[in-house]
């Protein structure tokens, strides 16, 4: 499969905003669900967020409520991740995937885009 693509990360102070995208082929963007993982170093890789392709019902981390959205763009195969009011804690290099069903693990990973957070 091809692997989506994720764009938009860089270094932002504390308090500061990044939006991210994942442009995916149209086979992979079509799965049930789309989300964001994030991989900070020395830690596991970390549920953030996930939309669902059927009626864009969403799901985050506990730790990012309040503060990051998901989003689709049908006409530009993409999932964006809005990040505001940023903190240190979110330094990670972030990954898009697809799930292609009803409790399927996650698959299909991109490259990923490092987001650093700087006090």
């Known amino acids: 499969q091809v692997q989506p693509v994720e764009s938009g990360g860089g270094l932002v102070q504390a308090g500061g905003s990044l939006r991210l995208s994942c442009l995916a082929s149209?086979?992979?963007?079509?799965?049930?669900?789309m989300g964001w993982f994030r991989q900070a170093p020395g830690k596991e890789r970390e549920f953030v967020a996930s939309i669902r392709r059927s009626d864009d019902s969403t799901s985050y981390a506990d730790s990012v409520k309040g503060r990051f959205t998901i989003s689709r763009d049908d006409a530009r195969f993409t999932v964006s991740l809005q990040m505001n009011s940023l903190n240190v804690e979110d330094t990670a290099v972030y990954y898009c995937?697809?799930?292609?069903?009803?409790?399927?693990?996650?698959?299909?990973w991109g490259q990923g885009t490092q987001v650093t957070v700087s006090s």
């Open positions: 995937a697809a799930q292609r069903g009803l409790g399927l693990a996650f698959e299909n």
């Open positions: 149209v086979r992979t963007y079509s799965s049930y669900a």
